[in-house]
């Protein structure tokens, strides 16, 4: 009787995430060869086919089988003589049922609306820098946001019930007791390095042919261990990673032949992300645990590949070789250590995407700082630009001259994804706790690395963390892989050893 | 009030319609990017996307609606005070739901399960040259086309209301009347031109650098005034033309180093089928008439640009100067005349796609004798391959050694889809025709060939043609377009006056 209900809610899981895939596709075609005059039939096509998903992932008979099931929205998750991980599923499909169902039909229709209309705008609003325009949009995005959170509900806090969309059990008083050290940690860090002389790297700006760069991040893709036959590498307005279907993990990249090395480290963090997506045990395949911890857990994927790992000095003692053979001209006189040296200059600059390792995190605090304001009602949307000049200040010396090079620059807040900033610099943090935990198994991981055999360090993370999925919450993920909690000690001793011995103080 | 019911049908037209689209983007995928693990899950993708399809377009409220507002199936269609198009829509609206809803749900699942399972054993069986494999599978197609006749109903015989699904008004009887005389004339021709000596085209198999055949069709493309704003090419294994939108027409092609101009031919013959969906007139867009007249009309618009037009010397006189700039070792001691006899040799053989212009049609008339004697009984599916060999003989004179090469060499049958063949013989007639009607109204057409400049031609097919989509019936369209009925007399004559210039008889 419980199993056949369980199996039933199993087979509405399954049609319903059917259908969110097949939004992937449309999604993926969308940003990667959709002919221009086709992009307003394409909206439409998406519209269907996600109000078609909407419909099957909030269906009343899952939450008549999860009430039948005994599932609650906290621990323990369901009857306790169901397995673990059905418990999990159970609450998985919980949260999302309702989340899902606590948002009225009107207001999800409504929300949709405003948030494509907000997006248009801020392209329009970047392109011109010009705030006034894209405030009136920023303004309803946030009071949405705020509805989104009442409905869902949340512990203290408004923004506690956005973050917890990303984050699962993650609040703003345990991000601000996070950020605060880590602030203060990366910015002493940085004053640090900013009285040392800055290594050359003008060199990376050279003419790298795109033919050729092509076919190095596919070498790179395959060393990595992403399976072609899984997936494959296309290319976008800006790299993504999209899951199409469970053997169907495809990323983006974009080449850009006077700045090669973007495009290169986007393809190692997206492969970062892919390895996750394609390594969910098959116990889970295709159902609602198929899925990543939290985003911060995903970010931590992606940025250990592309920092910790890709930009190591093992990495490219394995890889500058046959880089150089791909590129003689550019790079003709760059050895190894000036490589190294030069794809780990660390230096304040105005746009998070384009940050450096150390740099990284404060961009991101500076979005949370301004979140948390905006929505305890500190601050007021038309304070945001001046707040973002001196944010940048404070936080990492420099300041942003344009609006389109400060606020304006990143595409979240435009469709109202408040509270996702900070999951980039957990990343950073769960990815160095993850890096300690696999030396203490692996020893000689940069050896590995250094031969260009990565197949140790992606069966390690395949074990403890990608086959889990989303069967596991993201706290007890990293106690139970590094002994310890959430911390950020373990990144900041990390970015102290690597830039110290880089910047020799 | 009844534009009240007309709107609502609209409405319902759009959304299944539009399910379709989505439906096309899946498939279109499949065949060019998807990956290769990912098969059998976008099979149960597609699956589910075309479940929702078929609901949309069997929505028993069409049905109410269609009785409503008057239509039948026969002229005249709906009530005479609604405009001439509206009753055209009606009438394309109750043919298509009464031919899908006929379909008892059982048996369209069973058969599309068959289908799934024939195409995938006649694969292996023509890859294996393994008649008898496939035949069981050939069996139980022949029989759900059969049930198929049945349920839809048919004039005189079961073969009838095959052809008919594809060419409206068409049935056995007439294609006899045509095919007999049509048989009788291309193989005197054929006769006549073996008694001459064949032209030099070895050259044709030369290496052709793939690079430069991308960016050579892409030019041709560009020429013949596909819109890249509204469509795309890529390469797929079999070269297909497919809309996923209203101005989301693409098309593939394959590229092969020693057999460049395969795909190229394919480019223009596709970028025929192109044109065509993509012209569609403004007040029949994302409608039910939004398609081609006929399969048979439809073809006439690929064949006619691949062949009339691309295979013209006209044509070559234009084209062949940067067609030796792009490939100048291939064709270094080749001129334009060298050039047009060798891509308009003429030769019995084994495999239809590649027949040229002369011996093409027969190919479809053997499978035209086949199909009939399939559904008169006359004929066994055991019997076919000595059939088809015997067929060969008296029609071309040449004869399979392989049944790979043989009664397996297409797909149509293994996937139930007998009555499809004579398209593209009908194809080659009334682009004949349409020709003919094209040069009395644009007498230079040769000399715009020549100067490269296609738009007059297309703006011709355009307002003659394409921009009626399906509100006109094939036949009306030749009558009305052509002042004459469908004949075979233009295609002949037209086959004799090339071919008897360029073989000199």
């Known amino acids: 009787m419980e199993t056949d209900a369980l199996k039933e809610l199993h087979g509405l899981d399954l049609v319903a995430r059917r259908m969110s895939r097949v939004s992937a596709i449309l999604q993926w075609d969308q940003e990667t060869y959709l002919p221009p005059a086709a992009v307003e039939e394409r909206a439409d096509q ?53 989340r899902r169902t606590k948002l009225p039909h009107d207001f999800v229709v409504s929300k949709a609306r405003a948030e494509g209309l907000s997006q248009a705008v801020w392209v ?60 203060f940690g990366l910015t002493s860090l940085l004053g640090k390095i900013t009285l040392r ?40 307005a800006h790299p993504f990673t ?14 850009d032949s006077t700045n090669m090395f973007s495009g290169l480290f986007s393809v190692i963090h997206e492969t970062g992300h892919a390895l996750y997506e394609l390594g969910f045990d098959s116990s889970i395949r295709g159902t609602h645990l198929a899925d990543g911890a939290s985003m911060g857990i995903h970010e931590s994927q992606s940025r250990l590949w592309e920092n910790v790992i890709g930009r190591s000095r093992a990495f490219w003692n394995g890889m500058f070789p046959s880089l150089k053979i791909a590129f003689p001209d550019s790079l003709r006189d760059v050895d190894t250590e000036l490589f190294y040296r030069a ?50 200040r404070s936080l990492l010396g420099v300041e942003n001259e344009t609006d389109a090079d400060g606020v304006l620059q990143d595409v979240h807040w435009s469709m109202g994804a408040f509270g996702y900033f900070p999951s980039y610099a957990l990343g950073n943090l769960y990815g160095a706790q993850f890096w300690n935990a696999l030396r203490l198994d692996v020893p000689d991981a940069a050896e590995h690395v250094e031969a260009g055999d990565f197949s140790v360090l992606s069966s390690w993370l395949h074990e403890k963390i990608h086959c889990l999925g989303r069967s596991v919450q993201p706290e007890d993920l990293v106690r139970s892989v590094c002994g310890e909690s959430l911390s950020i000690s373990p990144f900041l001793d990390y970015l102290e050893a690597k830039y110290s011995e880089l910047y020799d103080f």
């Open 242 to 255: 999209t899951s199409l279907g469970s053997d169907d993990v495809r990323i983006t990249t974009r080449y």
């Open 124 to 183: 329009t609003a970047r392109k011109s820098n010009d705030f006034a325009l894209f405030a009136p949009h920023l303004r309803a995005m946030v009071g949405y946001a705020k509805k989104r959170a009442e409905y869902w509900g949340f512990a203290e806090r408004q923004y506690d019930g956005l973050i917890d969309e990303y984050e699962p059990g993650m609040n703003e008083n345990r991000l601000a007791a996070l950020f605060g050290p880590l602030s």
């Open 46 to 98: 998406l519209a269907d086919i996600e109000g078609i998903a909407h419909e099957r992932a909030t269906d009343p008979r899952i939450g008549h089988l999860l009430e039948k099931l005994g599932s609650t929205t906290s621990f323990p998750f369901g009857d306790e003589s169901l397995p673990r991980l059905e418990r999990d599923f159970l609450r998985a499909m919980r949260r999302d049922y309702d």
């Open 343 to 392: 794809v780990n200059v660390v230096k304040p600059s105005l746009i998070r995407v384009e940050a450096d390792e150390v740099t990284y995190s404060l961009h991101v605090i500076l979005r949370f700082n301004l979140e948390r304001k905006l929505f305890s009602g500190e601050l007021d949307v038309d304070d945001l630009p001046s707040a973002w000049r001196s944010g940048m």
């Open 197 to 236: 002389p800055q290594p050359d790297s003008a060199f990376l700006l050279r003419t790298y042919p795109i033919v050729a760069q092509e076919s190095f991040c596919d070498s790179v893709m395959n060393a990595l261990g992403y399976d072609r036959r899984r997936g494959r590498l296309d290319r976008s």
